[in-house]
């Protein structure tokens, strides 16, 4: 792998809704590119015949009853950690 | 350093009035301020500690048993919800949280009497192995306090090890609990993936995250993952779990135990190495039949994990968007500039590099070569446990290749940073159980000796630890 261009960190922090400051785009270029450098290691890994492991326990399709149960967060107890509130409801900056 | 009984003790000391919960509680405060210049705690639960503790007292003095760890304090990694107070896993994003619901493993351990005295300094978001990423401040080895306690549940394991308090909470995702363990000098014990239910508690990496205890003994540990383990229905991946995890069959005579030949290999400070030897003669002097076994692609677990536990750190962290919890940049102009303002502001550099990077190998034309080619080669590693085990009873290695480092020495290279994490990987890739124990000190300083286990072989890893344990 090549080293990350200054466009793909900025198009990378797009993506993850991060407004970077100059330095550290400098920094992630050179770091991130370290890591992908690394683990680039298992591109040599023989994986032939082998499925991928998304997940450990084999669990499928884990369900309850439907049915409505008392529980301990309140919707005034979620409410109450909000930044900003107005009736009863998150309020957010202006979308458009 | 620990001052405390055993914890089966402590709580029969209170079930039976020879002490008092509010007593234990004081005990606990008291060396919380007496230990303060190791920066282990982020927040202390007084008000809520010493209300706990005098219901209890009052259990008990109207002839109820409050459970069994009646009266016991302890310290919770604060990236599980507790009420009355701050939840911030160490990151400037949750630094104005307080939890509007508590994790089901507070909830248990609440509900046999044990009580939460404080909340205890992590890596942000448990995103490191030395507690340096937390955003806060950095927790001091109790042994040097020039060194890092490890991590990421640093400050669990150096509240236990100064004896503030008889067992903490941590979380093992790459290493978390053991790593520390083995720095710090206690147990540390990673239950088998799914065992233990982790409703409330800060999501990082969900198909390697579990939680468990760090203890003073073996003991201890398998009490604490007694009342723990089990399904709950608030977290849909909780395994079935074993009647009971306390009854440790402390016998090594005719146990199978291999030591992994790439755990001893180059890398490994050549003192850390004599100690772990010397711990297997004890265990070949008490009846086991050791044998050495190689394993090839184990080496290779630290890259599986650096690609797969950033991928689900980007899809976990997405939820931190300033709106309806945590920290909000005050200055954003519009919704859109808000998410990234906040995001930005509130995350440290270690969050951010995990993001890019599980933003990177997720994005299509990277899927394929980097996050379905790991989640292959963990494919590989489990297959080569299962064969592993189908021979022997435990697999056996030192549980970090150094001793704890100096603070600031490995800061400015974050693949150096991850490197702490290659002998504790591999049982987060495969979900097996293992634990770190004290094998013995390197000039004055721990080392961990890793067991590891078969899935689900969290009893036998217990038992086998408490027989080695007792060799020491």
């Known amino acids: 792998m090549s080293k990350l261009s200054c466009e793909d960190v900025l198009k990378l922090a797009r993506l993850s809704r991060l407004k970077l400051s100059e330095e550290e785009i400098k920094r992630f270029q050179t770091e991130l590119s370290e890591i992908l450098g690394y683990v680039e290691v298992l591109s040599k890994a023989d994986t032939t015949g082998l499925e991928p492991t998304y997940q450990l326990t084999g669990l499928k399709n884990v369900t309850r009853k439907d049915e409505i149960r008392e529980y301990e967060a309140s919707p005034e107890g979620l409410l109450a950690q909000a930044p900003a509130k107005q009736d009863n409801q998150f309020k957010v900056k202006r979308v458009l | ?472």
């Open chain 2, 1 to 472: 350093m620990s001052e405390w009984l055993p914890i089966a003790d402590i709580a029969a000391s209170v079930q039976s009035g020879e002490q008092t919960a509010i007593e234990l509680v004081e005990k606990a405060l008291a060396a919380i301020v007496k230990h303060q210049d190791y920066d282990a705690i982020i927040s202390v639960l007084g008000d809520r500690a010493r209300a706990r503790a005098l219901e209890i007292d009052k259990l008990v003095s109207s002839g109820k048993n409050p459970g069994r760890l009646a009266g016991v304090p302890f310290i919770a990694k604060d990236n599980f919800l507790v009420s009355g107070g701050k939840t911030t896993a160490a990151s400037n994003i949750l630094k104005p949280f307080e939890a509007p619901y508590q994790s089901t493993a507070i909830k248990k351990l609440e509900a046999e009497g044990a009580i939460c005295v404080a909340k205890a300094n992590l890596d942000a978001f448990a995103h490191g192995s030395s507690t340096e990423n937390s955003d806060f401040f950095v927790t001091k080895n109790p042994h040097d306090k020039t060194r890092v306690p490890g991590g990421s549940s640093g400050g669990s394991a150096a509240s236990v090890v100064l004896g503030i308090v008889p067992f903490a909470l941590g979380t093992d995702t790459g290493g978390s609990i053991r790593q520390p363990a083995a720095f710090s000098g206690c147990v540390g014990y990673k239950p088998t993936y799914g065992l233990v239910s982790r409703s409330g508690v800060v999501a990082m990496a969900s198909s390697t995250d579990v939680i468990g205890p760090l203890t003073t003994s073996v003991e201890d540990a398998a009490l604490i993952l007694d009342i723990i383990a089990g399904q709950d229905e608030l977290d849909s991946t909780t395994i079935t779990r074993t009647k009971s995890y306390t009854d440790l069959k402390g016998d090594l005579t005719g146990k199978k135990v291999a030591v992994i030949k790439e755990y001893m290999a180059e890398g490994l400070e050549p003192d850390v190495q004599k100690q772990i030897e010397s711990a297997i003669e004890k265990i070949k002097k008490a009846g086991a039949i050791v044998e050495e076994i190689s394993l090839p692609s184990l080496p290779l677990a630290l890259a599986v994990y650096y690609i797969i536990c950033p991928a689900e750190v980007s899809s976990n962290l997405a939820r931190y968007d300033g709106q309806r919890y945590g920290y909000s940049a005050p200055d954003a102009k519009d919704l859109d500039e808000s998410y990234e303002l906040s995001r930005e502001q509130g995350f440290g550099a270690e969050a951010k590099r995990r993001i890019m990077i599980g933003t990177y190998v997720l994005s299509s034309g990277y899927y394929d070569a980097y996050y379905k080619k790991a989640q292959t080669v963990r494919t590989k590693i489990i297959k080569e446990f299962e064969a592993a085990f189908a021979k022997h009873d435990l697999l056996i290695g030192p549980t970090a290749p150094t001793v704890a480092f100096k603070i600031g020495s490995k800061t400015s290279d974050p693949l150096q940073m991850y490197m702490n994490d290659i002998l504790t990987v591999a049982a987060n890739v495969s979900g097996n159980p293992s634990i770190s124990i004290p094998a013995s000190e390197s000039e004055g300083l721990p080392v961990g000796l890793q067991i590891i286990g078969p899935m689900r072989g969290d009893a036998e890893v217990l038992s086998a630890a408490k027989a080695i344990e007792e060799l020491a």
